[in-house]
Every structure is written in C-alpha cells, then in structure tokens.
C-alpha cells in the first residue's frame, strides 16, 4: 500500500494505491493520523489507484472520518472504481461520505 500526499490549500489531497487490508491498515492508519495530528482536517482521499478494500481498511476510513468530524473537517473520496463503490455500498458507508467523480471536484467542494 502506497500513500502519496499533496497541499491544495487547506485541503490535504492523498492518493492511496494497492491493497487496504488487514496487512496494511494499521500502516494507512498511522500515516492518516500523522496528518490529522499536523492540524490538517480537510482531506480529499483520491482512490484512483485503490485496488481492493477489507472490512480492515473500511474500519481506516471510518475512524479517520470520525476524529476529524469532531474538529469541524471532513474526509471527502474521489475517483472510487467500481468494485471499491460496490464495497462501500455494500458495507452502507456510501451514505456517510462524500464521493466524487475526480479530485477536483472533491477538493472544490470544501470551498462551496
């Protein structure tokens, strides 16, 4: 699982690419809360390159978008394939977070 991140402003801009599994969520997690920590809590996760998702890495999401809701910032997806939706909507998590269809679109929707 790679991690690559970008500033837009305020807005942390992050690419996650490979597996989010249970070998690699406590990695994804750790990074995420590096960047929650830094003060950071607007962050659009750009999943173009995310190839598969366990419940492991849904827990991720989860407990990322909770700690930075509770600082008034929100975690805003982009670019999700089809078989990852198809996850999200499975697990009903299509109803807690904001997808988009490209980065900017999704970065621009903290400004709106």
Do not use: H
């Amino acid at each position: 699982m790679d991690l690559t991140g970008k500033k837009s402003g305020d807005v942390n801009i992050l690419g996650l690419t490979g597996r989010l599994d249970a070998y690699s969520a406590a990695e994804v997690e750790k990074k995420l809360d590096a960047v929650i920590e830094s003060g950071c809590v607007k962050m659009v996760l750009n999943l173009e390159g995310l190839e598969y998702i366990s419940s492991s890495g849904l827990r991720v999401f989860l407990s990322q978008l909770k700690k930075v809701r509770k600082q008034q910032g929100d975690i805003k997806l982009a670019c999700m394939k089809p078989n990852i939706r198809e996850v999200f909507d499975i697990a009903g998590f299509t109803q807690l977070f904001n997808i988009f269809e490209n980065e900017d679109a999704a970065n621009n929707s903290f400004t709106g």
